[in-house]
C-alpha cells in the first residue's frame, strides 16, 4: 500500500508528491502522458531549451514561493516583453508609454491620459462584455489594434459575447516600462528549461508515465489509502453533468537554419491576417548563442476529447456546471481535488506553488 495516489505530474501534483516524501510518507505518481512537468515540459532541440506547451515564465511577490524554487534549481533573472504586431509595425506590450507613443506620438503620460480618457467616455455604466471592459481601461484605438482580434482569436468568440473579467487583468502603464510583469522575484530556471525542477520534485519518488488512471481506475484505487487527484473533475465523474468547455492550442513547431527569427522571445499577432496568435522564439529563454533557431505558432482552437485543456471558459454555464461536479467532489472522503483542471480555474505557476505547499496531504 502507498500512502497517497497522486494522479497528475503537473506542478501542483510534483509538489505534493516532494512534500509527502519529505514527511516520510509512500506515495505513488501516476501521469498520462508520456513525461512529467505538465505543460511546462521542455525538450532540447539544437540545444535550444523548447517549451513544448507555450511559454512559462516564472513570476512572483511571494518569497517564501521565489526561495522555494530556487531551493530545487538555480533559477537566473529573466523579464519577459513581449511585442505585438498589426498590420505591418510592432508595438511594445504590455501597454505603456512605448505603446502609447508608437500608437499616437504622445510624449508624457498625462498626454496618453488625455487621449485614452477621451476614447473611454463611449462606455456608459458598467461594462457588459469584454468589448466595453476593454475600451473602458484603453479606449477605442488600443482596442480595436491590439485586443479585438488577438481575444477572438484566443477565444474563438467576437468579443461582445465574452464576459468583461477575461480583461481585467489588462496590464496598464504610464510610464516607459516593457516588463510584463510587475513582481518582485522574475526567472527562468538555468539553461531556460523546467525538467530540472520536476526532476528535483520527483526524486525518490515511484513514478509510472504513460499510465491513464481512467483505463484502471479500481485498481489504483486499491493501491493507496488517499487519492489526490490533479485531473478534470468533470471527467473523473465521466461527464455526468455534461464537459466542461476549454480552449485548447495547436502548436507548430519549426526549426530554421539562421541565427535568429524575430530577435525577442515572443511576439503577439493581433489581427486576423495571421491565423495564429503568436510565435514564440525559444532560444531568448536562455543563453543565445546557437547557430540555428526554433520556432513555435501557436493556434487556438475548440477544445474536444484528445486534445490538451488549457484555458477555463468560466462563463455562467460552464461555472454552475462546475459547481455541481464540486459538490459531488465534496462528498467523496478519500479523494482530493486539487489543481487547474480539478478546480476548474486558471492558476498562473506561482500560485500553484502557493497552494501546494499550504496544501493538507
Sequence with gaps: MYDCLIVGAGLYGSILAYRARK?????LVIEKRPHVGGNMYCEDVEGIQVHKYGPHIFHTSNKKVWDFVNSLVPF???RYCPLAFYKGRFYHLPFNMNTFYELWGTMTPD???EKIEEERKEIKGVPSNLEEQAISLVGRDVYEKLV????????GRDCKDLPPFIIKRLPV?????????DDCYQG????????????ALLEGVEVRTGVNYFDNRDYYNSLAKKIIYCGPIDEFFDYRFGPLEYRSLRFEEEVLDKESFQGNVAVNYTDHDHPFTRIIEHKYFGPADQ???VITREFPQEWKPGLEPFYPVNDKKNNEKYQNYKALADSLENVSFRGRLAEYKYYDMHTVV????????
Excluded: H, V
Excluded at 148 to 155: D, M, N, R, S
Excluded at 354 to 361: F, G, I, K, W
Design 23 to 27: 514527511a516520510g510518507m509512500r506515495p
Design 76 to 78: 537566473r533573472s529573466f
Design 111 to 113: 498626454e496618453a491620459k
Design 148 to 155: 479585438k482580434c488577438y481575444t477572438e482569436k484566443q477565444w
Design 173 to 181: 502603464r504610464f510610464r516607459f516600462d516593457n516588463n510584463y510583469y
Design 188 to 199: 527562468i530556471p538555468e539553461g531556460g528549461g523546467y525538467n530540472a525542477l520536476f526532476d
Design 291 to 293: 547557430p540555428k533557431t
Design 354 to 361: 502557493e497552494l501546494a505547499l499550504d496544501a493538507e496531504l
